[in-house]
């Protein structure tokens, strides 16, 4: 932002005070909490994903914006199709509520030579059973970011049953390939930072933030471990995300769902 701007902590109590500057939230926390303490705050959602920040976003276009965490659906079914080239079909896991969230996904497969398929997870009881139908069906998982499925109670029975049946799993974040999926894209801190700074200028610019986006440069983490087990041989994180780049600008698609 350069040494002209001042970056300033705000706490809770000082949010309704805030007039004519824009107020970073970091985290869905924060953006809640700023939201609900200054409806006429101009705010810019850091580290929150699209499913959080875009209703508020059309509701209030150039007062609400983000610079998203989570990274489309799309690239990360690109990224398993890098990986595995052969791989026609995905595997994807929803809730009732979710799963609604997954039909843009769906439809865009087809131009990359692949199909989807949803399974709905009922209830924690039908967690394992459905996934084992999931892992049936396709060449690899794609996790999303979905709390209700994927967190620290469910993800070591996810990675392990993938892992036993042969199957990888791609998604959702880079915390997760620690865990044992074998792949995620991920956009980079400095990347994030760097469009945050470009709405920020913006905004002092003409008084408005830019839509919600996601951040043009993206990255790879790989499990190699998880890989040598299940006999993959994987390319570079580099060479990984730059056929995922091809593979999108080949067909115009959109980077985002």
Known sequence: ??????????????????????????????FSKARQANRSAAILGMLVEEDLVS????????????????????????????????????????????????????????????????????????????????????????????????????IKHILLTAYRRNRIVIGPSQAYVKAGSLASSYAPFPAMASLAADYINAYFNDGTLPPPAYPEQYRVEVNDQVARSLNIPLPDREEIAGLVNEKLAETGGPDNE
């Open 55 to 154: 209703r508020f976003a059309e509701r209030s276009p150039g007062q609400i914006s983000a610079v998203y965490y989570n990274v489309p659906l799309l690239r990360q079914a690109l990224t398993g199709k890098v990986i595995l080239p052969h791989a026609t079909k995905v595997s994807i896991l929803a809730t009732p509520t979710s799963a609604g969230l997954y039909e843009a996904v769906l439809d865009q497969l087809s131009g990359y030579g692949m199909q989807g398929r949803v399974f709905l997870v009922e209830s924690s009881d039908d967690l394992i059973p459905t996934l084992i139908r999931a892992l049936g069906y396709g060449d690899f998982l794609l996790a999303a970011s979905d709390d209700a499925i994927y967190n620290p109670r469910t």
């Open 1 to 30: 932002m350069g040494e002209n701007t001042a970056v300033l902590p705000i706490a809770e109590n000082e949010l309704s005070s805030i007039k004519d500057a824009p107020v970073v939230a970091v985290g869905p926390s924060a």
